[in-house]
């Protein structure tokens, strides 16, 4: 009850604290991704590996023809290049582009402040989390969500996707989705969690590289990095650092422009958490 | 060592999900009340090892089998169940990291549709008839043996038991190989698995290996592709008919017609040769036939341009040391090994392989030739009986082998199997295989890994179908029934394994023992290879590909040869090039398609001299005009619940046109037609769009600017 | 519709009398309203009518109402509540950094504390009209029907002493018909 | 007839103001009082529990009887006998789930004590064919809740200066209720979202969902 | 009564001021007794929509969102746009009867009451939508903040609470702004009725004697309302707007939506208003009240909002296409060329090019065409609403997610299936409560005879030495009785 002004001075401050400072935010962590566009080679491990890791339903051609798949990993592949120029007329001269898409757990996610029942929201972790239990299925947050990630559960696909004895598998360290709830990636917020009980218990902070995403964990040419960005030894906040990319800003002034860094519809000033390194050809 | 055993079982004990059951249906129901008490059952252990702990993961390492490369894994076990593969950071083959397939083993472990007892003539039946039975068929005269790719332990069990029976073969089936490369590794330099150093190179020229995607062990060379990246920054470029995963990671990909890798190459030698003054010393019938091939003629026998033809070779020069790789075919695959000598790779960026010392353990790597031989072989009633493990050949064989007949002239077949498929279907007995999460092995991988060194595959889980065996147990069954020496010895396979082992790492020490399973992999003694000088062999092509549309048929990551097709995983992950899921389609380029009056997603029929089939069409520019290239894995009949999808486009191959020097049955020689059927249906596909419609979602940027900040060439 | 009895002498009976033109009525009352009846007032004059009259209010002086209070009080109360309610739900709310936005949003409370005061602005008048018009009581007996079809109709409380005089002034103006009944 | 209108006076506004803000904070503040503190303790099963530094809900709940494959009493067992919950619920410590002692802990004792009890027959002859008791869950919540014991054990026990291990079974009675009471295992509190919240609140437990729901 | 000839196209005045009183009392009364044929037709026809609807809820709640052709692209679909269909149906009973009350146009009078049983029902039907759109419908009552120990309360920053909250004011305020109006017309009725009607109608008048005390107060409390109620309409619909507006969807996050959402609203709650208009003086031959003049001055305001939301409309493809905003200018250039441009067409062509029909006085005095027009104009109404929702749903910012769909069945089902609901609503209202508002017709009638005849009165006395209307509006009025 004492805590009721407080709380309100202090939402208050810390939100004008946020305008002053850009990308101010009061997070214990603020888990971030560095995705290596050059690197990867669009081979889906890293679809496939949360499929395994998040107890992703599989939903069959007919669902999936209705885009009411729920791949919360995906991988797009784009064929034009306007950078580096066309490609020639009549055959490709060069290969496609891929893009993993996943959430991008934007500090100033749309999502968030849409949903009737603040079934989305930010954790102190710096994660935008979705709390299945407590999602009513108004789809608001997919509607405004400018990256398309959020995926609705249309039916309940326990039964065919998980078919006996297939639900050993699931991981019980998260909740299977049942219908009329919005999912999508939690930055694997299970191995947080853990990560983060195994650090209490031993008296520590959490360890840079310790906890490792499972598309990160999996992907073959570790393109993706995966780290707390207020951690300023981590090699997530480096790598921002080193691009010369900021939170909080929505054009960033780089003193080389050059540098690949870059976050998708930045000029939407979501402040999303995942820094993309831009694809380098060979022209 | 049996009491090593029991304990050993015990922590893999299902009983005991302590507490925290699958967290089925996590959200409410209106009619579910949550918060029930006595409404679910727990079991608890009854003696667990103590660092088995309910609720708490832990990892065990062990192999996989999803692919011949036999990469390293870890396996996250909770309450008896296992729950995740990731890869072991410990194997040099995959270095923690994992493909898609690979991740897709659980569903192969879990999968609906096992096996779970043997079946006499589609009956189930005990063990014991099911043994006595193959005793009685299979103990003598001709006795062969079908299956993948095969190393360790269990290849020397399987040669023992063919010695035991007589006049066997073992045929090894393998559709997505590399007999190419390694036979003109083997022709070329003198060792058929040379090393690669991918991240060593500054610019990789493949010809139709797709490095990335399925060739010899694609997590290995993604592993270097990130190094290779970069900085400096290595370029890839990439000659092949239709877009492979490596194709679309390309800086220059050169669409070549079906067949004409070979030419391509021929012309790249020709201009490092009259260009830039590049020689081959000593090799007289390499040098005239590079010779003989202008670009002119590439053009018109490739139809790829002399400036792309130039790039290529200004590339291989300025970015030196470079690598080329081929597995388009044989003719390829030679040229490619006489480049690298001409380029100065040899020593660089080639050098020679390491295998183990103890031979019987190495891979034995499977090909198609074998596939034809066995048809042949069978057809001629050469063989009496056979064991099918691990191969799939009536649904992997061309129309033109004719494998159900031939299958049908074999008098006994027994094969052993996770789950039914085509072949299961045909074959007499049908013995209920282990998935690979619960059986026990040593692997040798073909290629990627530390020399010498053994990976160990240990049972994640008590296995999930109590009437299932082990291959490594049932071959012991085999070769003790079939008298092999000196197996009376082993109760079980996991005995024999750990009498191997321990002589092998010379150690009989249980903490030894444990210490081996906790890595997953052991080291042994290392064979060095090395190359001889470059043999001047002949080098040539099959000009039988050169005109007419052709059928291509690939290996895509995920469905692979087919193998992987009961995995609802696998069949949802997009195909990495189309974007197309849960169905077959065949790529054609917008030229073809507009002769044709095509568009996407109308059916066609394809049809070969030797079948046909009918999917639709997905029409797009990464893909010659020449070619039809229709991905396989899909089109089974048999093989569960998710399989039965798409078409198989491997049943029209023409199996007669061989490759140049060997009897492979190839994936680009046949000739096809295409008739529209009539129909129209969207291909169901991730994305509609290959347009980023001015969005900076991929930007790209030119390598220079990359030079100039990350500080690359 | 009781009258107050604030008279010494004891009101006896009670009387309605049905005209059938507004202007009849307005005549009888103005007819009071020059004491034509003696000790009669246009305080005690109640008028059932079919419609609305507001001109009656010319002869029968303003009577207040207390409606416009109502709306006010009951408007400001609830968007004093509503932003209260809204702003403590958010600062005790166990959810709390959304979007980038603060923890009390003024634009959305806003928003809602506008609804809450036309809500509770809507419901008190309504208590208001209830309390104010004398709703969901128990009437007194005298009523006709006709007057909701179109006769008005004047119900006056009346000392025997003042019904004659009453009767006559009814009479005067065409009364269609009269009713009375006895106070107890 | 009202007449009141000859004596109306100016309206209080500046006190009618402060009447509304009153009532309306009044309002929203009760509420939050009376439904975010604990609740007071409901008469009936057991005493509270003492934990230093802790404030936790007392309400309780009248489980029902769930039947068990063995009769397993914890009022002999904990209650006369002095047993340490964590002596048999072990993984307690280490683990997100309590968990049921493994047959062989049982059997540690009842290879001699009491075998001549038909519920220890049972019990043996389960171990002696390799067979776990099949044991009914009584505490469970639902499945998307995924609460850890261990975290709470780790901050109400091992970290709390003043507690030793033997003082576990007032931290266990927390959300357990008192267990030395009880034969056969029975739900005595809640355990509702409520409950769970109520104690958050009072020892500044963590308020983001994804501690508990994932 | 006897005359029916002035009550042609060529009838002048809003209504006959010579009408008794006794008989509208009669006309009304009459229309809420023994149903005919058409009704029980109609009443059918409504139920059986509604039974389709809900046979597709319960398939939807079985099977999941799905059904409904939903998907990662298409979170939304007809499931909002007929919510905000039906939210702006509502702004005609509020319209009619708050805004021209205030203003004195007395026009209003005989025909307010349906438009304010239609503001009602509308809103309950609009209110079906956002619940049946939930993925777990059995938890909407999520969105209500009260309390509970978990210590969570809704989320007050989604605009889909503020609907919540704006809907819930709404249908309270109109309800009760309907009954309010109603309670002398129930007076009416209570001195009428007979059998199960005579409680009813007991129960709800609450007593209403006609006191000239109580007429103060409700008058008062009418006006106070009314003022209430147009503030709460404005800020109702530009809420549902901003479901829209607060996004940040391209095509959806336009600062001229809530102006124009309001004006939509105005624009299909004038045209259905028209239809009923049009129903109602048919069927229950309400010639006499529900007259030409007064549908003219009706078709005129229709006019002018359809004018108003036609020039917002084109000031928010104006500032879409001089903005430099590309997925917007997309979802612009793709409602007009896409697959989706038929529909769009046809909202502009009934909503913008069909208005200009009522300039004509033929159309505007004949009962078939404008019936079909106004029909036509809802059309549009609702098509502008699809158009709305789902053009920018199938382009959006990221072109994996370009996808047009098509609604499915179950989506077809619950939009029939609203109207059978309103449908059924209306037609139980028709029979159940006076749908003309008694007394206030004797209102207008009383004020302008008095207003035409003060003056007239006199002089036609002085001139001609024949009574006046004013003398034999008295002899009828009484005679009447």
């Known amino acids: 009850m004492s805590s009721l002004l407080g709380n309100i001075f202090k939402g208050w401050s810390d939100y004008t604290k946020g305008n002053e400072e850009g990308g101010h935010h009061d997070y214990e962590h603020m888990y971030a991704m560095v995705i290596d566009l050059d690197m990867c080679t669009g081979c889906n491990a890293c679809s496939t590996a949360c499929y395994a890791e998040n107890n992703l339903a599989t939903v069959g051609e007919e669902y999936f023809g209705a885009r009411q798949a729920m791949h919360w990993m995906r991988i797009e592949r784009y064929f034009d290049e306007p950078n580096v120029g066309e490609a020639e007329a009549d055959t490709q001269s060069r290969g496609a582009s891929f893009l993993p898409m996943m959430c991008q757990h934007c500090n100033a996610a749309p999502c968030e402040p849409v949903c009737p029942v603040a079934a989305t929201y930010h954790t102190p972790d710096g994660l935008n989390a979705q709390i299945y239990n407590r999602c009513i299925g108004s789809r608001y947050c997919a509607n405004n969500c400018p990256f398309r990630v959020r995926y609705f559960n249309f039916y309940d696909h326990q039964e065919t996707a998980w078919p006996a004895p297939m639900e050993q598998q699931l991981n019980p360290d998260i909740s299977v989705r049942s219908k009329g709830v919005m999912e999508k990636c939690t930055f694997c917020i299970q191995r947080t969690r853990a990560a983060r009980n195994t650090a209490k218990n031993e008296g520590r902070a959490i360890r840079d590289g310790e906890i490792q995403t499972a598309c990160q964990q999996t992907c073959p040419t570790s393109a993706i990095l995966f780290g707390d960005l207020l951690d300023e030894t981590s090699a997530v906040h480096q790598a921002w650092k080193r691009h010369q990319v900021q939170l909080g800003k929505y054009a960033q002034n780089k003193t080389n422009p050059e540098l690949r860094g870059y976050r998708i519809f930045e000029e939407l000033n979501v402040d999303t958490k995942v820094l993309y390194l831009e694809r380098v050809r060979e022209v | 060592m049996s009491k090593t055993k029991i304990n050993r079982r015990n922590f893999l004990k299902v009983l005991g999900l302590g507490g925290a059951g699958a967290a089925l249906a996590g959200c409410d129901m209106p009619s579910t009340v949550t918060l029930e008490e006595g409404e679910e059952k727990i079991y608890s252990y009854l003696a667990p090892e103590e660092y088995v702990i309910p609720g708490v993961g832990v990892w065990y390492a062990s192999t996989c089998l999803q692919c011949p490369a036999a990469c390293g894994t870890h396996g996250r076990v909770r309450e008896g169940r296992v729950l995740k593969l990731e890869g072991n950071p410990d194997s040099a083959v995959n270095a923690g990291k994992l493909c898609q397939m690979g991740q897709a083993a659980l569903q192969a472990h879990f999968n609906p549709d096992r096996i779970t007892a043997p079946l006499i003539n589609g009956q189930p039946a005990s063990w014991d008839d099911a043994l006595a039975l193959i005793n009685e068929k299979a103990s003598g005269g001709n006795v062969a043996w079908m299956t993948g790719t095969v190393s360790g332990h269990q290849r020397v069990l399987l040669d023992a038991h063919l010695a035991a029976t007589g006049k066997g073969h073992h045929y090894a089936v393998e559709t997505v190989n590399a007999r190419a490369w390694t036979d003109a590794g083997k022709t070329v330099l003198g060792d058929a698995m040379p090393t690669l150093h991918l991240d060593k190179a500054k610019a990789v020229l493949s010809l139709g290996a797709d490095l990335l995607g399925t060739w010899i062990s694609p997590v290995t060379f993604m592993g270097q592709y990130g190094k290779f990246r970069a900085a400096p920054r290595g370029v890839l470029i990439m000659v092949e008919p239709a877009m492979s995963l490596t194709g679309a990671n390309a800086d220059q990909w050169v669409a070549a017609k079906p067949g004409t890798e070979a030419a391509v190459a021929l012309g790249v030698g020709h201009l490092l040769m009259t260009k830039h003054g590049l020689s081959l010393n000593g090799m007289p019938n390499a040098t005239s036939a590079f010779q003989s091939m202008t670009p002119a003629q590439v053009h018109e026998i490739a139809g790829v341009s002399e400036a792309a033809l130039n790039k290529i070779a200004d590339t291989l020069v300025s970015h030196s040391p470079s690598l080329v790789i081929a597995n388009a075919s044989h003719a390829a695959a030679r040229i490619a090994m006489v480049l690298n000598i001409m380029l100065g790779n040899v020593g660089k960026t080639l050098t020679p392989g390491a295998s183990i010392a103890a031979d019987p353990l190495a891979p034995m790597m499977g090909s198609s030739k074998d596939l034809a031989e066995f048809a042949q072989n069978a057809a001629a009633g050469k063989i009496d009986a056979v064991f099918i493990s691990g191969a799939n050949p009536a649904f992997v064989a061309p129309q033109g082998l004719d494998m159900a007949a031939a299958l049908k002239a074999v008098g006994f077949k027994v094969a052993i199997a996770t789950c039914h498929d085509e072949t299961t279907k045909a074959c007499d007995v049908v013995l209920p295989l282990s998935s690979a999460l619960e059986d026990w092995g040593t692997h040798v991988p073909a290629y990627g890994g530390k020399p010498g060194v053994v990976h160990l595959q240990q049972p994640l889980m008590e296995p999930l179908h109590a009437d299932t065996r082990g291959l490594g147990d049932i071959l012991l069954t085999l070769g003790k029934s079939a008298g092999v020496d000196g197996l009376d010895a082993f109760e079980d396979y996991y005995g024999y394994l750990r009498t191997a082992v321990s002589a092998m790492i010379g150690s009989e020490l249980e903490g030894d023992w444990h210490r081996v399973l906790q890595a997953g992999q052991f080291e042994t003694r290392a064979a060095s290879r090395a190359f001889s000088a470059g043999h001047d062999v002949a080098l040539g092509f099959s000009e039988t590909a050169v005109s007419g549309l052709h059928l291509v048929t690939v290996a895509r990551q995920g469905l692979y040869d087919g193998r992987h097709a009961n995995s609802s995983w696998l069949q949802e992950a997009p195909d990495q090039i189309s974007k197309a899921v849960w169905d077959s389609w065949a790529e054609i380029h917008p030229k073809t398609a507009a002769s044709l009056n095509l568009k996407d997603g109308d059916y066609v029929r394809l049809t070969t001299a030797s079948g046909a089939i009918t999917t639709r069409v997905f029409i797009y520019k990464g893909v010659h005009p020449n070619a039809v290239c229709v991905p396989m894995g899909r089109g089974h009949t048999d093989y569960g619940r998710w399989a039965n999808n798409g078409v198989n486009p491997l049943t029209i191959v023409d199996a007669h046109l061989g490759d140049w020097q060997s009897s492979e049955i190839i994936a680009t020689a046949s000739l096809v037609k295409i008739d529209a059927a009539g129909e129209n249906r969207h291909l169901v596909r991730l994305m509609d769009t290959d347009q980023q419609y001015g969005r900076k979602l991929v930007a790209t940027i030119p390598a220079q600017q990359f030079g100039r900040t990350q500080g690359g060439a | 519709m009781a009258g107050s009895s604030k008279k010494i002498v004891a009101k006896t009976r009670r009387v309605l009398g049905l005209f059938g033109d507004f202007d009849q009525a307005f005549e009888v009352i103005a007819g009071i309203r020059r004491y034509q009846v003696p000790g009669l007032t246009v305080d005690d004059v109640t008028l059932k009518s079919p419609i609305e009259h507001p001109e009656i209010e010319d002869v029968l002086g303003e009577r207040p109402t207390d409606i416009p209070k109502f709306a006010f009080w009951g408007g400001l109360f609830g968007l004093v509540f509503g932003f209260l309610f809204l702003a403590g739900a958010q600062a005790n709310f166990l959810v709390q950094p959304q979007g980038g936005k603060p923890v009390i949003t003024i634009p959305s409370n806003v928003v809602l504390a506008y609804e809450m005061m036309i809500l509770f602005g809507v419901l008190s008048t309504l208590a208001g009209f209830i309390i104010g018009g004398r709703l969901m009581r128990k009437s007194s007996g005298l009523y006709d029907t006709a007057i909701t079809v179109d006769q008005i109709g004047i119900v006056i409380e009346v000392t025997d002493k003042q019904y004659q005089p009453l009767t006559e002034l009814f009479k005067k103006h065409n009364v269609i018909e009269m009713h009375e009944e006895a106070l107890s | 007839m009202s007449t009141e209108r000859s004596k109306r006076k100016p309206f209080p506004w500046v006190q009618a103001a402060v009447a509304a803000v009153v009532v309306g904070a009044s309002i929203v503040l009760g509420a939050q009082i009376f439904e975010r503190q604990l609740h007071p303790e409901s008469a009936g099963v057991a005493p509270a529990p003492r934990v230093p530094g802790a404030e936790f809900p007392t309400d309780t709940f009248a489980g029902k009887d769930v039947e068990q494959p063995i009769n397993y009493s914890h009022k002999l067992h904990a209650g006369d006998l002095g047993i340490n919950c964590l002596y048999c619920h072990t993984y307690a410590r280490r683990s997100k789930v309590a968990g049921i002692p493994p047959t062989a802990k049982c059997m540690g004792c009842h290879t001699v004590v009491g075998t001549d009890k038909p519920e220890i027959e049972k019990l043996t002859q389960m171990w002696q064919s390799n067979q776990s008791p099949a044991w009914n869950k009584v505490n469970d919540v639902p499945d998307f809740v995924h609460f850890s014991h261990e975290r709470h054990l780790q901050k109400f026990l091992f970290d709390n200066p003043e507690m030793d291990i033997k003082n576990a079974p007032d931290v266990c009675a927390m959300c357990h209720g008192d267990m030395n009471q009880v034969g056969v295992a029975k739900k005595m509190k809640p355990l509702t979202m409520g409950f769970c919240v109520r104690c958050h609140e009072s020892n500044q437990g963590p308020s983001d969902c994804t501690r508990c729901h994932k | ?481």
Request: glycine share 6%; with cysteine.
């Open chain 5, 1 to 481: 009564m006897s005359d029916r000839k002035h009550l042609t196209r060529e009838q002048t005045k809003d209504i006959d001021e010579n009408i008794a009183w006794a008989s509208i009392n009669t006309d009304v009364l009459r229309s809420m007794e023994n149903p005919r044929r058409g009704y029980w037709v109609a009443m059918a026809v409504s139920v059986c929509l509604f039974s389709v609807m809900i046979y597709a809820e319960v398939y939807q709640y079985m099977y999941g969102m799905g059904a409904a052709l939903l998907n990662t692209s298409h979170m939304w679909d007809l499931y909002i746009s007929t919510f905000v269909f039906w939210i702006g149906m509502s702004h005609s009973g509020t319209l009619l009867s708050a805004i021209l009350h205030l203003v004195h146009a007395d026009w209003r009078k005989p025909i307010y009451r349906f438009a304010e049983a239609m503001t009602t029902f509308s809103l309950m039907t609009a209110g079906i939508f956002p619940v049946i759109h939930l993925g777990r419908v059995w938890n909407f009552y999520w969105v209500m903040p009260y309390m509970t120990d978990r210590g969570i309360w809704p989320n007050f920053r989604s605009p889909l609470i503020w609907d919540a909250f704006a809907i819930t004011t709404y249908l309270t305020s109109s309800v009760l702004f309907l009954y309010i109006g109603m309670i002398p017309d129930l007076a009416i009725c209570r001195d009428n009725a007979k059998g199960w009607r005579k409680p009813l109608y007991t129960w709800l008048s609450l007593g209403w004697r006609g006191d000239d005390r109580q007429w103060r107060n409700f008058r008062f409390t009418y006006l106070m309302i009314a003022c209430f109620l147009i503030p709460l309409a404005v800020s109702v619909h530009s809420i549902v707007s901003m479901d829209f507006a607060m996004s940040i969807m391209p095509g959806w996050h336009v600062t001229t939506f809530p102006p124009y959402f309001v004006a939509g609203a105005l624009y299909s709650g004038c045209a259905a208003i028209i239809t009923l208009f049009i129903l109602l003086r048919y069927f229950f031959k309400f010639e006499h009240y529900m007259t030409f003049p007064i549908l003219d001055k009706v078709c005129k305001l229709t006019f002018v909002i359809a004018m108003v939301w036609t020039y917002l409309n084109l000031v928010e493809f104006a500032s879409v296409w001089y903005g430099h905003d590309i997925p917007s200018k997309e979802v612009l250039i793709a409602k007009a060329t896409g697959p989706y441009s038929p529909f769009f067409w046809g909202m502009m062509t009934f909503g913008s090019v069909l208005p200009f029909s009522l300039l004509s006085k033929w159309v505007r005095r004949n009962m078939y065409v404008l019936f079909f027009a106004s029909i036509f104009l809802n059309v549009g109404m609702w098509l502008e609403r699809w158009m709305i929702v789902t053009p920018t749903l199938s382009l959006g910012y990221h072109p994996q997610a370009f996808n047009v769909m098509w609604p499915g069945w179950t989506e077809w089902a619950m939009v029939g299936g609203s109207f059978g609901w309103f449908g059924m609503l209306f037609l139980i209202f028709v029979k159940v409560f006076p749908c003309v508002s008694m007394y206030e017709v004797k209102e207008m009638v009383f004020h302008r005879k008095r207003t035409i005849y003060e003056d007239v009165d006199e002089m036609m006395t002085l001139h001609s030495g024949v009574p006046g209307p004013k003398a034999q509006a008295q002899t009828q009025t009484s005679g009447g009785a």
